[in-house]
């Protein structure tokens, strides 16, 4: 029977320092080899993480937390926010100081032309700044956006928009999804596109944005260095991603030798 395993990327296949072990380029080999699928399943807007799927050779993945989904580079499943409601938020959130960033398979654009939340945060992921265009959203699917706020302060979203789903990534940002739209989602598509029983998936994963996901799949794996909610989820808990982790998973489950 055909197994397919789907993996995070921040905190999962990537370390803290957005490096890639040389075990987990070892293991993801190891699996292919072995007749396993392979596929990402991350938050990340597609063109975030083109140089890893290159890397790793790796052409199926579920993207905008499940938003926009691709089998062997065919684009399966999209999902985009609802867009007009997504300029109410817009609008409310600069009514509050709040800039947004908008995303689409191709590219990022923020609704401000500066801000420190904005810096900070993709900062953690490698990423600069984006250009400045507020009305990137008129023309174009945007499957994620990027709400800059702190916790205390996304109560009043979460309450006057139902249509949305807000997944916090940062102590300064929000993920802004369509209701409904998760990680499980997209891999639930994806399978049943192939054809593969549930019982025979498999996701790693490490923040919030999994939780669904390894509830969802047949065997889900907290890594080592996952949030503690995470981790009472998952149906086993690996070690660390910085400690081969991936590698010492994998085999446990006797996936690869």
């Known amino acids: 029977m055909k197994k397919i395993v789907f993996f995070d990327i921040d905190g999962t296949l990537l370390d803290e320092n957005k490096e890639l072990p040389a075990s987990t380029v070892q293991a993801i080999q190891k699996l292919k080899t072995s007749g396993v699928y392979v596929a990402i399943a991350t938050g990340r807007a597609p063109f975030m993480f083109e140089n890893l799927r290159k890397k790793l050779g790796i052409d199926s993945f579920v993207s905008f937390n499940g938003q926009y989904v691709v089998f062997e580079d065919e684009v399966i499943y999209k999902n985009p926010l609802h867009r007009s409601k997504l300029h109410e938020l817009k609008e409310r959130a600069h009514e509050n100081g709040h800039p947004l960033v908008f995303m689409d398979a191709e590219r990022m654009r923020a609704s401000v032309e500066e801000h420190p939340y904005i810096h900070v945060s993709m ?135």
């Open 123 to 257: 900062e953690s992921l490698k990423f600069s700044h984006p250009p400045f265009d507020p009305l990137y959203y008129e023309q174009r699917d945007i499957y994620q956006a990027l709400l800059f706020c702190k916790p205390e302060e996304e109560h009043v979203y979460i309450t006057s928009y139902p249509e949305f789903h807000f997944v916090r990534w940062h102590n300064v940002s929000t993920d802004v999804l369509p209701f409904g739209g998760s990680k499980a989602e997209g891999i639930r598509r994806l399978i049943e596109r192939v054809g593969i029983d549930k019982e025979d998936v498999y996701a790693f994963g490490d923040g919030l944005n999994d939780i669904e996901m390894l509830q969802f799949v047949g065997t889900g794996v907290a890594m080592g260095n996952a949030n503690e909610k995470v981790k009472e989820v998952a149906n086993f808990v690996t070690k660390r991603v910085d400690e081969e982790g991936i590698l010492y998973g994998l085999k446990q489950l006797e996936l690869i030798k």
